[in-house]
């Protein structure tokens, strides 16, 4: 009854890309106009004011366009017939019918284009209608309108969407790009285009034969993905959009190497005016391919982020190989793009015995993913700091991909592997953000005004950047320790118990013994991680960096932050990483020995970290605003690890709590509306009712229990307190310390008022609840029984 939750936070993909917000990333906690920013650079054919997309005069920009692509157009449709084999070729399904009647895939797995425009946008559409998928296009609006957009037909879009199937490949590519500019700067702009049956057509413009057309629509499918949510993410997927990107992918890749190649010829080929203006078309292709890549693989990344059916597409096609092999490239390809596809890998690897299996069929992943983390290493051990914040987030996404698959790693392998993954989270944690952001505060007004101009997005230079990034970093190297220091199948199995099925009614007459009541209050089994494991985290001095981190921010800087918007934004990003120092530090505490943990964190006994969690629990609520609710689970789930390793492992360890203290929990709890936090503290002041003696404390304890149970909103919080009456009271030996709280006589009124707000609330509640309310029904009759005969 009441265990400790295990923290498993998923190592989301933060700054560089939307994907990686999160709903801890996840989240998704991210910056929403850096996310932006990312996003807004991929259309660089259009013009910067939005405006010419919603008056009307979007063919006339469109013809403005037209000569600045053309010949990377021609160039680009050139390359992409030229024949050339990657090594390790993935070898894309074909077998995904009904979506695009008029492409084929070659042995390489790209699309072979027959044609595009108004013929592919009809071929698709017409599938959609056959499959069912068209019927979900009103679930993607839907979920366009759930995200706060309007319902309206912005000016000018019905002419934007029909240049999407024009004939000429600047009005195609400039319309692709006014849909990715539009999605984002109006707000009934999805909607809009979903009912315009735009999709089709955008999507079409994927086995455009033109590389600029295919680049803006792969940028304007992100956005919507972005723009959509999860639930529109869903819908895409749903849509048959993961084959076709995954298609995309393979014919991208393969442009880049076929485009390589070329680049080779060109510089070995003597120096003339010829030989340099080819040499600035292949460079000009690479780029464009790049960026076109990192679109593609965003968007497969925001698919599998949210959808399972994503992942499974994305293993059965084994483009897990091409991805690991776009990362062990990271120094050949622009960063972003190796990053992305890094992100790519860890979600997929993420509880997957697919992957696990993929990895453990083919060595050279490990390999590949392990030399990238060594070179990046070697780097940054010669020379101090060298990393920049891409770098860095690059090196931790490695890492966490890594470690989702270590059950697959070599054996006579396995400890360098794991010494490289936490000398990379090391490195990431050595960075000091508090400073980092202090560094900001006198430039704030400055960054601010700079936001609010009309090209604030394309300011990539922004100081707030790299702040970003290395928090960004560090958040992703914690939840990856988080995650690497929870024991499998150590869960939550409160829930899971013998009256699944149970009726409303339970049988009251059922008397509970003492030996029952002695098995019910026993501890469980301790679980310990591995001894190598706290080891090497010891030798890297992980412990102790990481309870830095679990501290508030000073209150001076926090006042000076809070001021500005970009201020609170860094405040609460700051906040999600206390949030997952913390949530390490429960895993920490809970799977080791109290002796592991005072030494591991520098501290000389558990109760100087029970005091050190107190005060902060007490700094976080001070601070309006600032006390995030995910905050307020993680350093309540931390109190609770602690006097839970006390009460297993040493009960005669002192915590000094004080009556006001106590009162403090209790007042900390009602004001939360999580109801994780208000479990936390039911928890936490049912295990010192136990490990202490003095009757006014437990008199005390006694009394905010009762009041939890009779004025807590939520049936799963009150039989959680009810629980752990019965453990912490069920000994004849605590009667006279807890007589002046009445308990028996009050649990009797309780009782039939707990049963009708079971049979009231069992509809809206999944029956694994309901059977567990009944249980805490029948255990509460039989306590009251137990309690009276002991009178």
Request: hydrophobic share 45%; net charge negative; aromatic share 4%.
């Amino acid at each position: 009854m009441g265990k400790l939750p295990v923290q498993r936070t998923k190592a989301r993909n933060m700054a560089q890309t939307p994907a990686g917000l999160i709903t801890i990333e996840s989240a998704q906690a991210q910056s929403e106009s850096d996310e932006q920013q990312q996003l807004e650079t991929h259309s660089s054919h259009v013009d910067e004011n939005p405006a010419l997309l919603l008056d009307g005069t979007a063919g006339d920009a469109a013809a403005a366009a037209a000569s600045s692509s053309s010949s990377s157009s021609a160039l680009g449709s050139s390359i992409l017939s030229v024949p050339g084999a990657i090594a390790g070729r993935v070898s894309v399904p074909t077998d995904q019918e009904g979506l695009f009647d008029d492409s084929h895939v070659d042995a390489f797995g790209a699309p072979i284009v027959s044609n595009a425009g108004s013929s592919a946008a009809a071929a698709i559409s017409a599938a959609m209608h056959a499959s069912g998928a068209q019927a979900a296009l009103s679930d993607l609006e839907s979920a366009g309108a759930r995200d706060g957009t309007a319902r309206g037909t912005p000016k000018g879009i019905t002419d934007l969407l029909a240049l999407l199937t024009s004939s000429e490949p600047s009005e195609r590519e400039y319309a692709c790009g006014g849909v990715a500019h539009l999605v984002l700067d109006a707000a009934e702009a999805l909607p809009a285009i979903v009912r315009l049956n735009g999709v089709p057509a955008i999507l079409a413009c994927f086995h455009d034969p033109e590389l600029a057309v295919r680049l803006e629509a792969a940028g304007a499918v992100r956005n919507i993905c972005l723009v959509s949510g999860p639930d529109g993410c869903q819908t895409l997927v749903g849509m048959g959009l993961v084959p076709l990107v995954m298609e995309a992918i393979a014919a991208a890749s393969q442009l880049m190497v076929s485009n390589a190649q070329t680049a080779a010829l060109v510089a070995s080929a003597a120096p003339s005016e010829d030989q340099a203006e080819q040499a600035r078309e292949t460079q000009m292709i690479a780029e464009q391919v790049a960026e076109h890549l990192e679109h593609l693989i965003n968007i497969l990344l925001q698919m599998c982020e949210n959808s399972e059916a994503a992942v499974a597409l994305f293993h059965e096609s084994q483009l897990i190989t091409l991805l690991v092999q776009l990362v062990g490239t990271f120094q050949t390809v622009p960063m972003t793009l190796a990053l992305v596809a890094a992100q790519c890998v860890q979600t997929v690897t993420d509880d997957s015995a697919t992957a696990l299996t993929a990895f453990s069929y083919n060595a050279s992943l490990t390999r590949t993913l392990d030399d990238t983390l060594t070179v990046l290493l070697t780097s940054a051990d010669a020379n101090a700091q060298v990393l920049t914040g891409v770098q860095s987030q690059f090196m931790v996404v490695v890492a966490g991909a890594l470690q989702n698959v270590h059950t697959a790693w070599p054996a006579e392998q396995y400890a360098a592997i794991q010494a490289h993954v936490l000398h990379a989270l090391q490195y990431a944690l050595s960075k000091d953000v508090i400073a980092a952001v202090t560094g900001l505060v006198s430039q704030l007004s400055s960054i601010e005004a700079a936001a609010n101009t009309p090209h604030r997005f394309a300011n990539a230079q922004s100081p707030t950047v790299a702040v970003e990034a290395s928090l960004s970093s560090v958040q992703m190297a914690l939840e990856v320790l988080t995650n690497l220091c929870s024991v499998d199948g150590s869960e939550d199995g409160t829930w899971e118990d013998v009256a699944e099925d149970a009726p409303g009614d339970v049988d009251e007459e059922v008397e509970l013994t003492a030996e029952q009541i002695e098995q019910a209050s026993a501890g469980e089994q301790q679980q310990q991680l591995p001894e190598a494991l706290l080891a090497a985290l010891y030798s890297h001095g992980i412990p102790q960096r990481i309870v830095t981190l679990a501290s508030t921010v000073p209150a001076s800087l926090f006042q000076l932050m809070w001021s500005h918007r970009i201020g609170r934004t860094l405040m609460d990003r700051l906040a999600t990483v206390q949030s997952r120092a913390l949530s390490f530090l429960s895993n920490l505490i809970s799977f080791s020995s109290i002796e592991y943990t005072t030494q591991s964190l520098g501290i000389p006994t558990i109760g100087t970290l029970w005091q050190q969690l107190l005060v902060e629990r007490a700094n976080i609520a001070s601070k309006t605003g600032y006390g995030l609710e995910e905050l307020h689970d993680s350093i309540t789930a931390a109190l609770w690890a602690v006097v839970r390793r006390v009460k297993q492992s040493c009960p005669t360890a002192p915590l000094e709590t004080t009556p006001a203290q106590i009162h403090e929990l209790y007042t900390f709890g009602r004001a939360s509306e999580n109801e994780a936090v208000r479990i936390n503290v039911v928890g936490i002041v049912g295990v010192l009712a136990q490990l202490f003696e003095q009757a006014a404390m437990l008199g005390d304890i006694a009394l905010g229990l009762l009041a939890v149970v009779t004025e807590d909103a939520s049936l799963v919080v009150v039989a959680e307190a009810l629980d752990v009456i019965f453990d912490a009271f069920a000994e004849p030996e605590v009667n006279q310390a807890i007589s002046h709280a009445n308990l028996v006589a009050t649990l009797q009124q309780i009782a039939p008022v707990f049963k009708q707000r079971i049979r009231a609330e069992r509809r809206s509640l999944p029956s694994d609840a309901v059977g567990r309310l009944s249980d805490v029904q029948l255990n509460l009759s039989r306590f009251i029984k137990y309690k009276q005969a002991q009178a």
